[in-house]
């Protein structure tokens, strides 16, 4: 906490919906945190309308039509399958933003729930907690996603286990080292005073302090569970076929990429801008909740 930040109390009694009017406000302010929002919300609407908006079906094949370059029939051409890509990229965006936004809901609830917890306790249950935390994060997140989905196998729940459990702990942390700052605050004692409940003082005292680290670290890891679980697509380990995953789009056209370079280029184009947008947003709220305390 910097000496210019005003109390966590001052900052706690504030009405919640004059705070989040001034945090879009701000966020509307700054143009390429408004463009990354703007085009996060473009791809949320895709996921929800993009198999009714989609001129073909994701698996429909035209031998007819193999490897057609971008044109007035195909937008973004077709496959080496006569598949057309502008369709298979719409009906994947559902997957690629369902999958990992459930993963990071779920890492996002039972982290807050554990670093809540463990910032608040202390002593030896957070001493032995946080050790177990620290050697899960100490090994590379790709390989555990290997093994985790090579034990379970590839399917959208082994997914989203598998990014939860990678997540878990480091959002645990963020919340922890917030709530450390926060169990000695004056308002924590006035709920202890009232005899208020541990879950009472965590859920409805401090929780509401520590969303804004929570808020920033959540579309975080939003934007890093849609790379991961692009990356186990190209890998073949994401969700099965016949689903139209954007990562085994890219590694299926790699080798047909001379011939037809576009079924490469549009899914993997979507892939990085839509993580691009996600952090242009993730910046602007970090900007615009770090104002918000400031105030």
Known sequence: MTPTTPPIAEYHSRPLRSGIVGVVRRLASRPLALIGSLLVLMFLMLAISGP?????????????ALRQPPGPGFPFGTDSLGRDVFSRVLWGAREIIVVPGVATAVAVVLGTLLGLLLGYVGGWLDDLVSRLLDTLLSIPAMLLALVMLGAIGPSSIGIILVVALLYIPIVARVVRSATLGLRTAGFIEAAKLRGESTWYILLREILPSVLPALTVEAALRFSYAIFLTASLGFLGLGVQPPSPDWGRMVNEARDSYVRAPWALWYP?????????????????????LRREGQQ
Do not use: C, Q, T
């Open 52 to 64: 009714m908006i989609a001129p073909y079906s994701f698996n429909e094949i035209n031998r007819e």
């Open 268 to 288: 993997a184009g979507a892939i990085a801008l839509l993580v691009i947008s996600v952090n242009l947003m993730a910046e602007g709220l970090r900007i615009a």
